[in-house]
């Protein structure tokens, strides 16, 4: 396993303090750039639950964040990484659609929001493996 993902694992198990999606995908490549992660943990505060109105997912922004912090901001590497979000997912991107369908799969939110988090660590490392970073 990765070090993005374990740290995200961490942050998403972690009972001491609540992670939002955001954070949790943001927070380990923030780190990786030197950035403390009180920062990042603010700088995301506010794109958890789709920027708090069910709007596009927590975790799909974070990994928008994540990528420009490694200076990835071509519009094809960008949608890239949006394809692979909705792959598996119905085609949604907003945080209200994707949590209506997982609850008429009768899925668990707190399992639904950590699998998008790992699917955006994911898709982001896969992203930097392919820019050699």
């Known amino acids: 396993m990765d070090r993005y993902m374990k740290r ?3 942050l998403r198990a972690a009972s001491d303090r ?3 999606c955001a954070q949790a995908v943001l927070i380990p490549f923030a780190e990786a ?3 403390d992660t009180e920062t990042a943990y603010k700088t995301a505060a506010n794109f958890g639950s789709g920027m708090k109105m069910g709007s596009v997912c927590g975790a799909i922004t974070g990994g928008l964040m994540a990528l420009g912090l490694f200076g990835i ?3 094809k590497d960008v949608n890239r990484f949006c394809r692979k979000m909705r792959e598996g ?4 991107m907003n945080c209200s659609d994707l949590l209506k369908r997982n609850a008429e799969l009768g899925g668990d939110k707190k399992q639904h929001c ?3 988090v ?3 660590v994911r898709a982001v490392t896969e992203i930097l493996a392919e820019k050699g970073m």
Do not use: F, T, V
């Not at 997912?89 to 949604?92: E, S």
């Open 89 to 92: 997912h119905d085609g949604l």
């Open 118 to 120: 790992y699917d955006a």
């Open 18 to 20: 609540h992670y939002n």
């Open 33 to 35: 750039q030197g950035i």
């Open 8 to 10: 995200a694992e961490e």
């Open 114 to 116: 950590d699998g998008m």
């Open 73 to 75: 901001e071509d519009a």
